[in-house]
C-alpha cells in the first residue's frame, strides 16, 4: 500500500510540472515631463478572459521590469505608481508573437490629467496585490448601522453563515483582524458583529503564514485564511458601541453590551452578553493545547459504548459561533475587557484580553439504547436529570518587539482559573432480547472541581548577513492543576434469565481527586540557503512532561463518615516523559513550483510509577515521520498541492495506565501498560480555482490515509449481568482504512440578477475494527453527499437563499451481518431578508431535518425550525431599532435525536430551547473623528 501511494504521489507530481512553452514581456517606466524613472511601479499582468492576475512585480531602480514564463494566450497589462495615472495595455502572445519589449512607458501625473478633463467613476472596488485580495469598502452601498458582517456578505466570493462563520473562495476563514492585529483573541464574530461597517476602509483577504514562516522566510506550509479589515483615517480616534435588552414569553431574555474606544494604534473595548436563549456571547477558542487533567480519554456512554478522544480544557463555553447548541436549557453571562497598542514607530506593540464566564444548564434526557454483542443485543432505557454550573476567568496577551533590524522576539501567555459542578441522577432498566430483566440501576453522582493553568512561550528570529540564513528559538511552559471531589451512590441489581432478582450491588463513595502537569520545551530551527531556489531547514526540540494524578475512593465505616480507603478504586500515579524530536527538511521554490520535504526523528522515553503499589512502568519509542509536499501555483487565484505525511499515534495517559474508574458500575476502564504506538499514513490533495470578475470558484479536495498497529477498543460484556470493560489493544492483523473525497463549485448568473448557484458533491469510507468478547468486529461505513444552493444578496427589497444537502449512508458490521443502518437523509436550509420600506425589514430561517426508515429505524424522522424577525429603526440615523422575533415558530424542536452503528442504536429525547417570543430595543452610538470634537 505504501509503494502505491509514493508511485501515485510522484505521478501526479510528474503530471503538473511538464514542460510549457515560455514567452516574455518587459519594458520600462518613466515620467518624461520630470525626467525620472518610477521605481518600484506597480506592474500586473491579467488575463483577458477573466481579468484574474497571471503575473506581478516591480520597476527595478532604473525603472526597467520583466515578467517571464507566460503561455501563449490573450493578456492586458495594468501598470500603477502613487499619483499617476495608470496605464493599461491589451495584447496577444502567441507562436508568432513570443514576447513584447513595450519601451518607455510614459506615465501621466493625476494632476496633469485633472487640468484638462474631470472623470467620474466609482473607485475600484477589487484590487489584487501579490496573494493579496483587496475590496474597497466605500465601493459597496451599506445602510446606517450596518456591521462588518452585513458589508462583507456582499464582497464577490465571500458568504456568511446565519453563525456568522465566514467562507471565501470556497475555504473556511480562519482568523480575523483589526488593523492587523487580533481584536479579543480568534473569536471572528465579536468584531464582524459589533464594528460598524461605515469605520472600514479596506478589507484584505489572504492567506497569513504561520509565525515561524514569516520570520525565517521559509514556507512551511501551515498558513490561516485570513480577513484584515482596516479602519478609516477618521475612525480611528473616538468613541462607539451598543446597548441591547430583550425580553420575550415563558421568561426568556438576553442582554448585550459593548464599548469601544480607540486613539489611533491604541484599542481599548469591553463588552457583556447575558440571557437564557442560549447566547453565551463569544468563544474561549483558544482552548488548552495539550492533554490531561481531571477526566482521561476515554468516554463510557450509558448503555455500553465508548469513545476514545483527547481531554482538555473544554466546556460549553467553548463554540465557534458565541452559542450554546447543546442539550438542556442553558443560562450563561459572558464579559470581556480589550486593550492593544503599537509604539516607537511599531518597534513595540502589546494585545491583552480579558474573559469571563458563567452558564448554568438544566438538561432532563430521556436515552433508549441497543447495545449488540456477538450472538444478543442488550437493550437499555435511561432517565437522566443532570444541573451544571461551569465559571471561568482567562487572561491572554502577546507583547511584541523588534530588537534591532535582524531580531525580534514574540511572547505569548495565558492563564486561566476554573470552578464547575455537576449533579447528576440516572436510572436504568436493562433487558435481554426477549425482553426479561437483565439489570436496573439508580445512579447519582455529585462532583465539584476546580482548574487553574499557566502557558507561556517566547518565540526569537535573528536574520544574519546572507540572505535566507535565519535562527529562531521556542521556549515555552504548561501548566495545569485540577482538582475535584464528589460523591457516588449506586445500586445496580441483577436478574437471572427469568427475570428474577438475585443479586444488588451498592456502591456509597467520595471520589476525591487530584492532578498537576508541567511541561517545558524548547525547539531550534536553522535555515540555510543553499541556492536561490533550494533551502535546507534544520530542527531540533526537546520536551519534558510531568504528570501527577491521584484518585482515592473513600467507603462510609460503621460511623457513617467516608474514611474507609477502597484499594481497588484508588490509586496515585506519577510519570515523566522525555521526547527528543530531529528533523531535517529541504524546501525547494522556483517560479510556480514548492517542494518540502524531509521527516523528523522522535525519540520518546515514558516512565510511570504507581505509588500506590510500588510498581514502575517504562516505555521508549523511536519513530520517524517522514513528510512530501508539492504545490503548484498556477496563479494568485488558482493552484495544486498534494502531500504525504507519515505519524505516529501515542497512547495517552489513560490508555496506558492500569487505573480502575467505578463512576459507571456497569462500564469500568482498564489501562494496559504495554500499549504501542501506531503509525498513520496520509496521502491529499487540493486543487482550488477562483475568477473574481466572474464570481467563479471551484474546490476540490481528497485523503486517504491508513494505521498500521493501529490502537483499538477491546471490550468485555458479561451477557448474564450485562457488566462490561474496556481496554485499549493494538490491532496487529487489520489495518484501518479511511478516505474522503469532495468538490465544490459556485457562480454569480449575471442573467439572472446575481443570483448564486453552488453545487457539490462527495464521498467517504470508513473502514475500522474492535474486539468484542474476543471476537474481531469489523465495520464498514460508507457515504455519499450532494448539496445545491442558491443566493442572492440585493441592495433592493429582496435577498435570499436556499441549500438542498442529500445523502445516502450505508453501515455493516461483520459481528451483526443481518442489521444495517443503511438510509436516505436530507437537511434543507433557507433564508429570507425582506425589506418593507426605509425603516423597516423581515427576516426569517428555515431548516428542515429528514431521516430515513433503516433497518435499525423502522420509522422516519422529520423536523422543521422556522425562526423569524422584524425590525423597526427609528431617527436619522436609526441609531434606535426595535426588534419582534419568534423562535422555534412550529414549535418542533423537541432535543429528539437518533443515531446508529453496527455496535449500537440509539434514541435520545432532551429538553432544549422551544417556541418563545422575544422583543428587544437596541441603541447604538458613535463619536468617532469629527464628531469627537
Not at 238 to 245: D, I, N, R, S, T
Not at 526 to 538: M, R
Not at 687 to 700: A, N, P
Not at 893 to 905: D, E, K, M, P, Y
Amino acid at each position: 500500500m505504501k509503494k502505491f501511494l509514493l508511485l501515485l504521489l510522484f505521478s501526479l507530481t510528474f503530471l503538473v510540472t511538464k514542460a510549457q512553452q515560455s514567452h516574455a514581456i518587459k519594458g520600462m517606466v518613466i515620467d518624461t515631463n520630470a525626467n525620472a524613472k518610477l521605481y518600484m511601479a506597480s506592474v500586473s499582468l491579467m488575463n483577458a478572459k477573466d481579468s484574474t492576475l497571471v503575473k506581478f512585480t516591480r520597476a527595478n531602480v532604473d525603472g526597467l521590469f520583466e515578467l517571464p514564463g507566460l503561455k501563449s494566450g490573450k493578456y492586458f497589462l495594468r501598470i500603477s505608481y502613487p499619483d499617476y495615472a495608470d496605464y493599461v495595455n491589451h495584447f496577444e502572445i502567441d507562436a508568432q508573437k513570443p514576447s513584447f519589449d513595450l519601451g518607455q512607458i510614459n506615465l501621466i501625473q493625476k494632476a496633469s490629467l485633472l487640468n484638462e478633463i474631470i472623470i467620474k467613476g466609482q473607485v475600484a472596488a477589487i484590487k489584487i496585490k501579490g496573494d493579496t485580495t483587496e475590496f474597497n469598502a466605500s465601493s459597496y452601498t451599506i445602510k446606517p448601522n450596518d456591521r462588518v458582517e452585513d458589508l462583507i456578505k456582499k464582497f464577490e466570493g465571500i458568504t456568511v453563515d446565519q453563525n456568522g462563520k465566514i467562507t471565501a473562495n470556497g475555504k473556511a476563514v480562519q482568523k480575523v483582524l483589526l488593523d492587523g492585529e487580533e481584536f479579543f483573541g480568534d473569536d471572528p464574530t465579536l468584531l464582524t458583529r459589533n464594528i460598524r461597517a461605515d469605520m472600514i476602509d479596506k478589507v484584505q483577504l489572504y492567506e497569513k503564514k504561520s509565525d515561524q514562516a514569516v520570520l525565517t522566510g521559509v514556507d512551511d506550509g501551515q498558513s490561516q485564511q485570513t480577513l484584515n479589515f482596516t479602519l478609516k483615517e477618521d475612525q480611528k480616534k473616538g468613541m462607539f458601541g451598543k446597548v441591547e435588552l430583550g425580553g420575550g414569553t415563558s421568561e426568556f431574555n438576553s442582554w448585550q453590551a459593548m464599548l469601544n474606544r480607540f486613539n489611533n494604534k491604541q484599542k481599548l473595548a469591553a463588552y457583556a452578553v447575558g440571557g437564557n436563549t442560549g447566547k453565551t456571547g463569544l468563544s474561549w477558542s483558544d482552548q488548552e493545547k495539550y492533554s490531561g487533567g481531571i477526566g482521561g480519554d476515554i468516554e463510557y456512554m450509558d448503555g455500553g459504548g465508548i469513545s476514545i478522544y483527547l481531554t482538555g480544557e473544554y466546556d460549553e463555553l467553548d463554540s465557534f459561533e458565541g452559542s450554546y447548541y447543546g442539550n438542556g436549557l442553558p443560562t450563561a453571562k459572558t464579559g470581556g475587557l480589550h486593550f492593544s497598542n503599537k509604539w516607537a514607530k511599531d518597534k513595540y506593540a502589546i494585545n491583552f484580553n480579558y474573559k469571563v464566564g458563567q452558564m448554568g444548564i438544566n438538561n432532563i434526557g430521556l436515552k433508549n439504547t441497543q447495545r449488540n454483542l456477538p450472538g444478543g443485543s442488550i437493550l437499555a432505557n435511561q432517565d437522566n436529570l443532570k444541573l451544571q454550573e461551569t465559571s471561568r476567568h482567562k487572561l491572554d496577551g502577546q507583547l511584541t518587539l523588534k530588537l534591532d533590524s535582524t531580531s525580534n522576539l514574540k511572547v505569548n501567555f495565558n492563564t486561566s482559573y476554573k470552578d464547575n459542578s455537576s449533579n447528576s441522577n440516572f436510572t436504568t432498566l436493562s433487558q435481554r432480547v426477549d425482553f426479561t430483566k437483565l439489570n436496573s440501576e439508580m445512579r447519582r453522582l455529585n462532583t465539584a472541581g476546580s482548574g487553574k493553568s499557566f502557558n507561556i512561550s517566547a518565540l526569537y528570529s535573528k536574520s544574519f548577513n546572507k540572505k535566507g540564513r535565519t535562527l529562531t528559538a521556542k521556549f515555552f511552559e504548561n501548566y495545569k492543576d485540577n482538582e475535584a471531589d464528589g460523591f457516588l451512590y449506586s445500586q445496580n441489581n441483577f436478574y437471572d434469565e427469568l427475570g428474577i432478582l438475585n443479586q444488588t450491588e451498592i456502591t456509597d463513595q467520595r471520589k476525591m481527586t487530584t492532578s498537576q502537569d508541567l511541561e517545558l520545551g524548547a525547539s531550534f530551527t536553522y535555515n540555510e540557503p543553499i541556492s536561490k531556489e533550494l533551502k535546507l531547514i534544520l530542527s531540533y526540540g526537546i520536551t519534558t512532561k510531568n504528570n501527577d494524578v491521584d484518585r482515592d475512593s473513600y467507603n462510609k465505616d460503621a460511623k457513617g463518615n467516608y474514611s474507609q480507603l477502597d484499594n481497588l478504586f484508588s490509586n496515585h500515579f506519577e510519570s515523566y516523559t522525555l521526547l527528543n524530536n530531529g528533523g531535517l527538511k529541504l524546501n525547494y521554490n522556483k517560479d510556480k513550483n514548492q517542494v518540502n520535504g524531509g521527516f523528523n526523528v522522535i525519540s520518546l522515553n515514558f516512565n510511570q510509577k504507581d505509588l500506590v503499589n510500588n510498581v514502575s512502568y517504562k516505555q521508549d519509542f523511536i519513530n520517524i515521520n517522514p513528510s512530501l509536499r508539492y504545490v503548484y501555483k498556477i496563479s494568485t487565484s488558482k493552484s495544486f498541492s498534494m502531500g504525504y505525511n507519515g505519524f505516529t499515534n501515542q497512547p495517552t495517559i489513560s490508555q496506558l495506565q492500569p487505573v480502575r474508574v467505578n463512576d459507571d458500575v456497569l462500564n469500568i476502564p482498564i489501562g494496559n501498560p504495554n500499549l504501542k504506538p501506531g503509525f498513520s499514513s496520509n496521502l491529499n490533495f487540493n486543487y482550488y480555482s477562483f475568477k473574481m470578475i466572474k464570481g467563479i470558484s471551484f474546490y476540490m479536495y481528497g485523503n486517504i490515509s491508513m494505521q498500521n498497529n493501529a490502537i483499538v477498543s477491546n471490550s468485555t460484556t458479561d451477557v448474564s449481568t450485562g457488566k462490561s470493560t474496556f481496554q485499549s489493544i493494538n490491532l496487529k492483523e487489520k489495518s484501518p482504512l479511511n478516505y474522503y473525497f469532495g468538490l465544490n463549485y459556485s457562480k454569480k448568473i449575471k442573467a439572472l440578477k446575481d443570483i448564486e448557484i453552488g453545487v457539490s458533491g462527495g464521498t467517504n469510507s470508513n473502514l475500522f475494527y474492535s474486539y468484542i468478547n474476543n471476537i474481531l468486529n469489523e465495520t464498514s461505513t460508507q457515504a455519499i453527499n450532494a448539496g445545491i444552493n442558491f443566493s442572492r444578496y440585493s441592495e433592493g427589497a429582496v435577498s435570499f437563499s436556499i441549500r438542498y444537502n442529500p445523502s445516502f449512508v450505508k453501515s455493516t458490521s461483520s459481528i451483526n451481518k443481518n442489521l444495517n443502518n443503511n438510509g436516505y437523509n436530507h437537511n434543507i436550509s433557507g433564508y429570507l431578508s425582506v425589506r418593507l420600506n426605509k425603516t423597516i425589514d423581515w427576516t426569517v430561517d428555515y431548516g428542515n431535518t429528514f431521516n430515513g426508515k433503516t433497518q435499525a429505524f423502522n420509522e422516519t424522522f422529520q423536523r422543521n425550525l422556522i425562526n423569524s424577525t422584524i425590525n423597526k429603526s427609528f431617527f436619522d440615523k436609526k441609531q434606535l431599532t426595535l426588534s419582534l422575533s419568534v423562535n422555534d415558530l412550529l414549535n418542533q424542536n423537541n432535543g429528539f435525536t437518533r443515531s446508529a452503528n453496527a455496535l449500537s442504536i440509539t434514541q435520545s429525547y432532551n429538553n432544549t430551547i422551544g417556541q418563545y417570543f422575544l422583543l428587544t430595543a437596541k441603541w447604538d452610538f458613535t463619536k468617532m473623528g469629527a464628531n469627537t470634537k
